[in-house]
């Protein structure tokens, strides 16, 4: 009997380090293992994305182009694959059409073949211009179903999305599920329902991360069910709040109707290359290396947790945090079930702190208001009218419901000038984006740039020696947002952090 | 629709500590976590074996009987669940049939309810006794297949191997996958033949590590293959070269036809409790904590490559050790392809390094020319003739095809008297029995048996101060069994720890 090949998408090199290390790994400490992620036989290769061109410029002082273009180089049989936050880009807000299709343009010149493009409130306007903008490219363009659980999401949903994407011009679909929140069940329903429904011929990839111990039985189920290809990140860059291990993925698959034809001697030297590479990050490591299955009850991803303590304990109520956990499914339920991904995770959990410190929905974050006012797309349910009131009052905006982006016009030249205007800008248009990108922090690059990349990992050994000696640890190497809050005279200084 | 419930056996109170703390968890730092876990709803608690008897007498300064008479105490609506190595017992060498018997007899009067026995070797006649002695003392008896990879072991012949079990009498059987190798198809086909051919009604468990990262997977097909309880760990002392986590397993069934009816609330706080313990034991933890695949390709678990490699660096030979990881598959082969577990895995390991130091077969251990000879019982292969001549020569013993005790006089109250001479002796059959399980370590306990429990475990803060002091270390702690070796006039020291 002929085995059906499942296809993998190796993610080492993005989501892998994103989740595991804080995004910090220096391109110097990936290019050795290139040559054989390359001819191990992947359907693609994750490499870049929004946090891993923010890590490059704010603390590696890499050109994240010069990334792409260097992985290009040295995986020349290999799709390259980026996550691309539909509208948003690589950023945190809307983009006007304009800078969306110069970017899609240019990253495809540079190297990019799959564009997985996503948008957090799984609104089909906000990824419709990407997508086209990657067909217009001859590239590969992705769809992406955010998964989450809430009474509002069922698997027929998740199939009108599907059918939305794929009438969008979709060469395939995602789903993706960022918390770890997919059971094997409902992963075996949602791509047996799209295949069924839109044909054998859609393609289906998942993505799962391990959080919850439980999602590598989803990927078995989803393949049984007719998925194309999964995500995994090879063993020594794997679990936690990672992803399930590529090398597991293929034993799994030993005796079924299923195979991944992957090359085992050429993951096992990824392998023993990432395992020795790791230690020099452990001081940007994840704390949670084991299970944590409690986000099925909770809702609120444990990168999500850690943000809300801190911003308790800087407000002197850190013994608040049981509270907090129980205000964010009411907010979410009042905002109209948002999956909880970033920036809707972020926007929820400040909400619900809020909340909790100075009085149901008394003040609104910006960012809450332009949520409930969709500004940021259009919610999975309705948003409770007091919240839209509230934000209507505080923002002094009204309700929208045409597409966000179509209220931004054309950006591009103005964004090129401001960007010539800075000391180190290069003259191209990929420093256009760069500065687009994360204008906050691309001005510093484009000066220190010419003193070349940055590594921060640190032999083990050297490590130690500094934490004995009480150096700073990597969390002093952060850069929170930080948001100003008066309320009757008084400030209150939030601070967020990426998940 | 109703659902199958699926029985859980939680492993946290033996074998989860055994597999990633080296066995060292004191009873105080478990009783916290006991009225829960009674309550939670599993099918039993595994809570007493080798490791754990072993490490009470030798480390912990715990008689192993009180410490089975607490857990009785404070898990009262529980069926406590042991290992026991069938004639082997908890030792390390075949007992006479009376000490065999007055050990099921006395474990069962002091609360022992569910035996799962097992030889390394698959031999039922190492297994016939115990499991006859249990029946007679009225408490469940459970078959043990020890699952392993090889041209010689087919479905055919773990079915076969259930039958002669079942007809011994077992109440239930199970499928025990010590080393993490059991794919999830394998699993779903055995369970599916033993099922299909023995009835519906014979009741399977199944026991998988998770050190590859595949087996929660083979649960799941083990599950929908009609097994009844399958084995985990609370998720605070998981993964590694440990277990599934238990909570994970919950979260799995959600959906499906199955279910464990556990206590979500109640696990939550026995993964409180171990949470909160584990740091105390950080000196002892399992180096390995991520996924290893090797072991599908090099039969070879984790532990036993760290044994050789200790063993070579002794000899001066540390470079040697992937001539060693070669000859291991042959060695197994040659002695008929044992399931690499302990015994056998060190007997194997061990022999291969001397075939890479001293030449091919030139010293045999005692221990191989035994197993060659078939003392541990029937070999599921031939063993290879030359290995048989070799043996013979250098032990001066024929080799034999009896049941290995029948040669075996009775001896407990030779036993008997000699603990009664002992300083500390207690009078009771239980110190005959641990004298009788480990000569060379009761003595010691015995006389210090007064002072009673050393908790080995250590607050952090001041484990850190410690090693930051330069004090001695855990291995330090290790009492390996040292083989002395005469090769020309030139005498070789080996070492060997327990996998």
Redesign the interface.
Known sequence: MEKRVIGVTELALRDAHQSLMATRMALEDMQGACADIDAAGFWSVECWGGATFDACIRFLNEDPWERLRTFRKLMPQSRLQMLLRGQNLLGYRHYADDVVDAFVEKSAENGMDVYRVFDALNDVRNVQRSIAAVKRAGKHAQGTLCYTVSPLHTVQGYVQLARDLVDLGCDSLCLKDMAALL????AY?IVKAIKTELGQQTRVHVHCHST???T??SL?KAIEAGADVVDTAI??L??GPGH??T??L???L???PYTTALD?ERL?RVKDHFAAVRPRYTAFMSAI??????I??SQIPGGMISNMESQLRQQGAGDRLKEVLAEVPRVREDAGYPPLVTPSSQIVGTQAVFNVLMGKYRVLTGEFADLALGYYGRNTGPVKQEVVLAAQAQARKDPITLRPADLIPNEFARLRDEAAALEGFGGSEEDVLTYAMFPGVAPGFFKTRPEGPKNVGKDPTQAEAER?AGAPGADALRIPIRYEVKVGGKTHSVQVEPA
């Open positions: 059971r094997p069940q409902p329903d919850t111990g439980v590598l039985v078995m063993s020594s794997s679990l399930n291990p090398e597991s293929v034993e799994m030993e005796g079924t085992k096992s290396t084991g299970v944590e299955t409690e099925f009850d004995k």
